[in-house]
């Protein structure tokens, strides 16, 4: 797992930074330095918004209260507030903070709390826990704790994986990278369902035994083992930080970005905002010379398993009955998915000039429209039976300046003016029945059709009706395949 340098946060100070994205608005809870007496220090909660830009708003800063719960968590320097959790449910936010409380400046005890509320100013308890440990997270009725160990090795204790799963306390195994034995910290951070595996991505950290931090992605079934384990990779230009720490994963506009602390956890250095590496993304950054707070809100994908609309719509077919099966769930499936970046090669062999045409038949959020305009076609349309995708893709068109694409909101089966183009593209918009339905409907013999992710069926189809493969091209996961109406003595 990549993920990109997005932006430095302007805001010096903050440590342990959860963001949660509520229909695009970006709030941010965070622990930042309250009072400091001594050689004591003392975080506390507060709220902050972000922008565009996923930068600190001015002025948006607000000092949580939890006098109903710790009145006289303020006055004592002892006791700071850190978050481990912050999710919505039912249009109510969820906190999960720890009271932890300095013992001599070398161990700490952590009252754990889950707390509600609606606006950020009042708290109610939904559950005090039993632990006196950090507790990371509590997910699907698993609690999962980093048991703080006090010995020598280190001033404030080892903190290491106890999870419990299924009311049983368990020591989880990973098949790399985790040591019991010479672990100086284990924070579990983020749990996510992975649609596209069926199964579970977890990101933790590690505190090694030289006290450095290093962040971690792993895939589980069971909460109890652990596989494929990775450390996370980070590109940062001119970067001096020798590690990363405190991740936190949020989604924006359907795409995952991370903050994360720097390696002097966030005392002085300001938190880095970072996004999952997305070749499509970053292929539009380049040839439309955008910055990143307009690319960060395009959406061309689903992150779902692809299915066929028509078997949707019919509830039947290969991949709808295997769903059925199996007993999957439907909402993980979507009709949509991107090309890849490859098109823009094909299209640079196919020599696009200004009498040219196209139309992208089943042209979904608009990848594909947004890779022809970086050509000279004289016109580019898309249709689409989708008018959610319709709609997404006017937003990314517009995002990118593009107005001189045609869009029909209609079904491909009834439109009849594919003639008017010399160009039809396809990337497997539905099963061969439809797909005879359009090409029964050709008879311009300038015609060359493009198909990303060809079928033999659909290749028998195009040879039925006297069209002729004349070039393959190697995509990057699927080739594309350039056909012609065939006509003796035609010269391509």
Known sequence: MIFNFNNNIK???LRYIKILNNENKLICICSKLYKEYENIKKYTLYYYELNNELDIIENSEILLNFKNIKEKYLTDIYTSIWIRDLY????????????????????????????TTKDF???????????????????????????????????????LFEFEINKIKIQPKFDKYINFEEDNGHLLHNIDYNIMDDNYDIIFSILNSENKYYIYKSKTNDFINYFDTSILKFHLINNESKWFCYPN????????????N????????????FREYDKSIEFIEEKYNIH???????????????????ELENKNGNRYNEIIKNNYNLN???????????LFDVLQYLEINENDSIIDIGSGKGWALTIFNLFPFNKISGIELSKNDI??????????????????????????????????????????????????????????????????????????????????????????????????????
């Open 11 to 13: 805001l010096n100070g």
């Open 88 to 115: 919505m449910n039912n249009n109510e936010y969820f906190l999960m903070i720890d009271f932890n409380k300095n013992i001599n400046n070398n161990l700490f005890e952590s009252d754990n709390y889950l707390l």
């Open 121 to 159: 100013i009042h708290f109610d308890i939904i559950k005090k826990y039993e632990t006196k440990n950090i507790l990371n997270k509590e997910f699907n009725n698993n609690l999962f704790i980093s048991k703080i160990l006090n010995n020598n090795k280190t001033n404030w204790g080892r903190y």
């Open 249 to 260: 994963i949020f989604t924006y506009y359907n795409k995952k970005f991370l903050i994360a």
């Open 262 to 273: 720097q390696d002097d956890y966030g005392k002085k250095s300001n938190p880095i905002i």
């Open 292 to 310: 990143k707070n307009i690319s960060n809100k395009l959406i061309f994908n689903d992150n779902k398993k692809y299915i066929f609309l028509n």
């Open 332 to 342: 993980n499936y979507s009709s949509h998915s991107p090309s890849c970046t490859y």
């Open 391 to 492: 709609n997404i893709s006017k937003n990314n068109l517009n995002l990118l300046g593009i107005n001189n694409i045609e869009l029909f909101n209609e079904n491909a089966i009834i439109y009849n003016n594919y003639n008017y183009y010399n160009y039809l593209y396809f990337y497997n918009p539905f099963n061969s029945i439809l797909f005879e339905k359009i090409i029964k409907k050709i008879n311009n013999k300038k015609i060359k059709i493009i198909y990303n992710n060809i079928h033999q069926d659909e290749i028998k189809i195009l040879e039925k009706y006297n069209f002729t493969l004349i070039k393959v091209i190697e995509g990057e996961i699927r080739n594309y395949y350039i056909y012609k109406i065939f006509s003796a003595g035609c010269v391509f």
